[in-house]
Nanobody, 127 residues
């Protein structure tokens, strides 16, 4: 069972990146999947979450990224994407993808709710 995150890099403010999270050994479509980020000296925070395993899809975006970031899932590729546009210096962080088998609960934004984690990919936004 593994999650492999990729797509990070260095961009200027206003630039774009697309992060990918590929699962192996399990089916991502059965899980809630989130992207977290952790900046130096800060706590890990949930950026976005998607769960399409039920009839009603669930999407979450933290307030600071709304309108700039889109999460999506390709079940055929067992992959979740995070499209990030209009990046800002405050988006600089290591980004992690994570999968939860527990469904959507009041704690879905908490790291402890997630069973599997990717290794992290660094996003740097700087001029």
């Amino acid at each position: 069972v593994q999650l492999q995150a990729s797509g990070g890099g260095s961009v200027q403010p206003g630039g774009s990146l697309r992060l990918s999270c590929v699962a192996s050994g399990f089916t991502l479509g059965d899980y809630a999947v989130a992207w977290f980020r952790q900046a130096p000296g800060k706590e890990r925070e949930a950026v976005s979450c998607i769960d399409t395993s039920d009839e009603t899809p669930y999407y979450y975006y933290t307030e600071s990224v709304k309108g700039r970031i889109t999460i999506s899932k390709d079940n055929a590729k067992n992959t979740v994407y995070l499209q990030m546009n209009n990046l800002k210096p405050e988006d600089t962080a290591v980004y992690y993808c994570a999968a939860s088998s527990g469904g959507i609960t009041s704690e879905i934004r908490l790291a402890r709710s997630y069973d599997y984690w990717g290794q992290g990919t660094l996003v740097t936004v700087s001029s």
